[in-house]
Each structure stands twice: as structure tokens, then as C-alpha cells.
């Protein structure tokens, strides 16, 4: 099944505010007319279809995979999952970078100890699908605000960059910089 095949009902998926998940999926940063329709069609409808966060992340293939054999070990993405579903946590993660500050400040210190551009957004959708879940789950939207008051609460290294950082700030979206004080 392509991805051209289904682009019609996704994008006309993005029309409907009546879903059950709208609300909680377009609470999250970037997702929009584009990605709220994939993360909708990614979760289902059914809930106690994934019994945790790492079940979602395997099927998005979002959890790095690590085999052994002997002495030796190597972790590698994950290859038997949708493309489609990878991409698209993928691409969201990516834009996310540009609307959260959080996000912004995640992939940088990703970049700062030594992961490549795509190593590093995969980490952050893997961050990103963990609050997914918990938000969907308890049918609750996603409060920016509350998520970085508790990184300043528990001295998260991100709040860190957050403060320091000159890049961290620099967003395209529209968060306000006034709960930087």
C-alpha cells in the first residue's frame, strides 16, 4: 500500500474536528492540517491496542533495535515497521524543533554529544511518542507549559539549555519566551 494512495483520505481526515483524538492530537506542537491526520491514523482508535509507550514506538519504529551475537552488540533503527508511520513521526519530530522550545532544546544537546541530524530527530520522536501516549491514554491535550515548568522543577539538563543556550529560543511558532524568568 502506497502512501500517494491514502495522501486523499489523510489530508481530508485533517478536515474533520469531530474525531474523538482531535483535540488531543492538535494540542501538540506542529501538528496541523499534516500531521494531525497521520498521528490520528497511527494510534487508531482502539486503546488498549498498545499496552504501553514502547509497544507504540515498536510499531512506529521509533525503538532502536539491538542484537547480539558472541561478544559482539550493534543497535540499529528498526526495519520490519510502516514507512509510512515511521515517516511520519519522523518528519513531525523534525518540525517540532520549530515550535517547542523543549524540542528545540532536546535536539540540540542531542547534536552537542555526537548524534547525526536524523539519529538525533529519531531520539526526539521517540521522546515525543512517550507523551503521545501518556496525553492519549488519559484522553488529556498536551500543556507545553506544564511540560517545561516541570523540566524547571526537576532541574532538567534541557532546562539548562533552554537558559544558555544561544539557539534554544529561536522558533518559528508561537511560544512566548515570558516563562523564561
Same mark, same amino acid.
Given at each position: 500500500? %502506497? &502512501? $500517494?494512495?491514502?495522501?486523499? +483520505?489523510?489530508?481530508?481526515a485533517?478536515g474533520?474536528?469531530?474525531h474523538e483524538?482531535?483535540?488531543i ?13 497521520r ?5 487508531? %482508535?482502539d486503546r488498549?491496542?498498545f ?13 532502536p533495535? %539491538?542484537?547480539?551475537?558472541?561478544k559482539?552488540?550493534w543497535?540499529? &533503527? &528498526? =526495519? $520490519?515497521?510502516?514507512?509510512?508511520? +515511521?515517516?511520519?513521526?519522523h518528519?513531525w519530530?523534525?518540525?517540532?524543533? $520549530?515550535h517547542?522550545i523543549w ?6 544537546q542531542?547534536?552537542e554529544?555526537g ?7 529519531r531520539?526526539l520522536?521517540y521522546k515525543w511518542? &512517550?507523551?503521545?501516549?501518556k496525553? =492519549? ?7 507545553? /507549559?506544564?511540560?517545561l515548568?516541570?523540566?524547571? $522543577?526537576?532541574?532538567?539538563n /534541557? =532546562?539548562k ?15 512566548e519566551?515570558?516563562? /523564561?524568568?
Amino acid at each position: 500500500m %502506497t &502512501r $500517494k494512495r491514502f495522501q486523499p +483520505r489523510i489530508y481530508q481526515a485533517a478536515g474533520v474536528t469531530d474525531h474523538e483524538d482531535a483535540q488531543i492530537i492538535s494540542s501538540f506542537p506542529a501538528t496541523g492540517r499534516v500531521f494531525a491526520p497521520r498521528l490520528i491514523a497511527a494510534l487508531g %482508535t482502539d486503546r488498549e491496542r498498545f499496552g504501553s509507550a514502547l509497544d507504540l514506538e515498536n510499531y512506529s519504529g521509533m525503538a532502536p533495535v %539491538t542484537e547480539r551475537s558472541g561478544k559482539s552488540e550493534w543497535i540499529h &533503527r &528498526r =526495519w $520490519k515497521c510502516s514507512n509510512f508511520i +515511521r515517516q511520519s513521526f519522523h518528519e513531525w519530530a523534525g518540525e517540532t524543533t $520549530k515550535h517547542s522550545i523543549w524540542a528545540r532544546a532536546f535536539y540540540i544537546q542531542a547534536r552537542e554529544r555526537g548524534m547525526g541530524h536524523h539519529q538525533a530527530v529519531r531520539a526526539l520522536a521517540y521522546k515525543w511518542i &512517550r507523551i503521545l501516549y501518556k496525553c =492519549w491514554k488519559e484522553r488529556v491535550p498536551y500543556d507545553e /507549559l506544564h511540560y517545561l515548568s516541570v523540566l524547571k $522543577k526537576r532541574g532538567s539538563n /534541557l =532546562w539548562k539549555i533552554i537558559a544558555e543556550h544561544p539557539d534554544a529560543i529561536r522558533l518559528n511558532g508561537p511560544i512566548e519566551s515570558q516563562f /523564561l524568568c
